[in-house]
């Protein structure tokens, strides 16, 4: 069964270093999504993302973050300067996009960012 | 503006015990989705079911069903004689009916069922 899958499963980075997160979404999916969850926390939407731009963001998405579909399977996100308070699980999502009755997003295992 | 409202913070039952996990929303939308997804401790988060807002027929899959009722704003779910296996965290959340919009989290219920 398809699946979404992200690299690498744990990040440990300092502070003010830039992290990349990636993501391979399901295949003929055409939404991608970054949600964040920050340890015992709920999951908060980051940003989602169709046909090459932004699509929505949230206000937790301000100018240190990016993402970028760098080819045709990759879905990355960025943090310019990590700071302390980036530390969490930071989740990949996709979904088909085709319709609103099929748009179910499914999620990757994760990648737990650790910033020192 | 939506919100999620998972009032039980954790649950601790012994197997084979049935429970319930409480989901209460806010919504000024008159159509939506609400979904469950299941966290196990290896921090995954697995889909487990949509639920269209105009669709308020209970759904069972297996020993999980799910209760809507659009009058009282709550989707719940139960899991009939729980197993170890279903040890997780249990988040519900919604989002809006236009399609791939962003999901509204509730902050989970942490279920342990205990041999």
């Known amino acids: 069964e398809p699946e979404v899958t992200q690299t690498p499963s744990h990040q440990v980075t300092q502070m003010g270093q830039e992290v990349i997160l990636r993501c391979v979404p399901i295949s003929n999916h055409l939404y991608f999504y970054w949600y964040r969850q920050i340890l015992g926390q709920k999951v908060e939407f980051l940003v989602s993302?169709?046909?090459?731009?932004?699509?929505?963001k949230s206000e937790i998405f301000d100018d240190q973050f990016s993402v970028e579909r760098p080819d045709g399977s990759n879905f990355t996100l960025k943090i310019r300067s990590t700071k302390l308070e980036d530390s969490a699980m930071y989740f990949c999502?996709?979904?088909?996009?085709?319709?609103?009755?099929?748009?179910?997003?499914?999620f990757g295992p994760g990648t737990r960012l650790t910033v020192l | 503006a939506q919100k999620v409202t998972q009032a039980q913070t954790e649950i601790s039952v012994v197997e084979k015990e049935d429970v319930t996990l409480d989901c209460v929303y806010e919504t000024r939308d008159t159509t939506y989705y609400l979904f469950w997804y299941k966290q196990p401790p290896s921090g995954e988060l697995v889909f487990l079911i949509r639920?269209?807002?105009?669709?308020?027929q209970n759904e069972i899959s297996g020993r999980y069903s799910w209760n809507f009722q659009k009058s009282t704003s709550s989707f719940n779910f139960t899991i009939t004689a729980s197993q170890v296996v279903d040890s997780a965290v249990y988040f519900c959340?919604?989002?809006?009916?236009?399609?791939?919009?962003?999901?509204?989290f509730g902050k989970g219920t942490r279920l342990s069922v205990i041999a």
């Open positions: 959340a919604l989002s809006e009916a236009r399609g791939n919009t962003p999901l509204v």
């Open positions: 993302f169709y046909n090459n731009e932004i699509s929505e």
């Open positions: 639920r269209n807002s105009f669709d308020e």
């Open positions: 999502a996709s979904s088909d996009g085709l319709s609103s009755s099929t748009d179910t997003q499914y």
